[in-house]
């Protein structure tokens, strides 16, 4: 159903790169399970080890952010981009590390009036005040 | 330039209803600076207070987030959203609430790999894994 | 500054099919000023008159909605699809046509409010109640 | 199967500010049927007391634009940010408060239309003209 | 379970001006298969003309670029406007004129990439080069 | 005027992690013309060489596709998402990676037509046809 064949264990075993990279998911995340991104990453290797290697430098060990918050940033660009698998399975993680019902509920309030307001100042073409403009 | 016209403080204080919400935001805010997004919606004095309203409820008082992150989430659906006057005047509120120039950095890279991986789930179809759709 | 030549009246008097697609512009809008669209477009004569052919036979003549309620179902989408010159023209477009600013303002608030409930909706990824799917 | 609890009746009247205003919408749309849009909303009252109150303001009562042409921007927005559920509930609404099958046509056909030429902009990167820019 | 009626052959057949567009694409695609693109459009029998003429027009005949490129850049664009349906049908017509695994692989990381950049330039809202604003 | 600060070639050459990357594009591109995307980028080495790296892969040495037609999706995907940036800097490498004026009058055409038919979809909420879902 999906646009690209999803690997299954055995198809993912078969091909050492892409093998080597559903081991070190499993062994990084600490679970045996592998969702359907990777499955269908895994019909291009290079392009499979390069997105992980990403994710994996970006979204943990030593990082500027509470996972939690990364995973609400992630959950407020997926949503603005329409993408269901991405809401669901970051707002998943979100939970997972630690967002609470009162945090997840702040985020939908703020992700709801980013884009109201942000329709209207389209709407409007206001020109940007120069206060915001001075270099950081 | 703008599609409607940006009152100036004469205008606004020229509305009671104008006025009254200039005020509580210069009050608020602790500022005198009023920015073009008030001045334009301004127009339409019962939006003006309504949003305001809003945005002073989520965004000020106790709140689930830290107020950095409140506005990095901001930023979030707002560069989704391709607003150039959003992503501006939140960068320059999330950095005067205390974002970090690593966290800033850390937020553009969020950002640009949910953005890239959004449109690889896209283009893929993939279904939702059924572990994301189990009842919270 | 565009992608593409913006072909002055010299020019486009050159090339016969450009030039009936600019006569037919300018008697059918009844003014001589032809907009920077229809200048860039002018790059390839058939897209041009192809173009020009499905905006004139959706937008005049016998039409099922109000000139001015056209213009503003185009702002709507321009807007939400984040085009600054596509916003600015038909909003001229749509005042021109008799839209009131008691109108504009609420198409702006209901713009706005659209946006902020799409966004809510995504996020919480929302089944489609039944009764919305029954066949019209 | 969404990211939040679906309230259903009974947990909607144990929360004295849930019933209120599931009781309001009934009232004001003299109908039982509350739609997942707001038993959604309801895990977080507050968020579903504003945003049910600033829709009931904007979209009864005395308004500037028709009630079927207020839900056709409606769709148009919803659309643009492709929100299924938006445009299945919103076009039934536009059915519901008079929009003929011709409006409905028209309103695709614009639609349309207006997606191809924001993009065909955009990608041209088109020069805003002078004559859109003037103060209204 | 759409918003119109999809119209079935026996339907089709009873409208001349619906019967002589299905007629036609059947005839150009050597196929009796009409997707539900078309079966939707028909609705509108001026906008089914409409649409299937330009589409016959740009995508077929003597083309500028090749057929399978030119459903990658449908894929591209379908992909950044998130159409579930359009992602299906382009892929789909994509292979069928020939595009490889090695290049949809391509396709799919490309288009990632150029998510990923738009939106980290959205994010820092760079300043176009002057290089890249010469006239062509 | 940009969210982040534009390094300068001197403020480059300071940060051996940066100069690396900076002299690696200059050699790849066999130009000494750095842009605004790296030189905002370079504020966070590691994303910086990350992105080079990923960009140096994906659109140098062996590809499955034609260096002008990876230009073309990404302008696609760059007008798409509404990014002024990306649609002049990709536009300015087709061309000079080879794409014909007739090419990008048909790039132009195949992205309007794409949106238009991807509003067209989802307004109408078509259901994908099953000969679309068999497995590839």
């Avoid at 078969?14 to 019909?43: E, M, S, Y």
């Avoid at 990364?70 to 407020?76: D, K």
């Amino acid at each position: 159903m999906a646009t690209v064949k999803l690997l299954s264990d055995a198809e993912a075993d078969a091909i050492p790169a892409v093998k080597a990279v559903f081991d070190d998911i499993r062994a990084t995340r600490k679970t045996d399970f592998i969702n359907n991104f990777w499955r269908g990453l895994a019909n291009d290797p290079a392009s499979l080890a390069r997105t992980w290697d990403n994710l994996k430098t970006v979204m943990t060990g030593e990082t500027a952010l509470p996972p939690a918050v990364q995973e609400m940033i992630y959950v407020a660009v997926s949503t603005a981009n329409g993408c269901t698998y991405c809401v669901h399975s970051h707002t998943a993680a979100a939970k997972a590390k630690g967002m609470t019902p009162e945090q997840h509920a702040e985020l939908l309030t703020i992700i709801g009036m980013a884009a109201q307001t942000n329709h209207l100042v389209t709407a409007m073409q206001l020109p940007v005040d120069d206060v915001f403009l001075v270099e950081s």
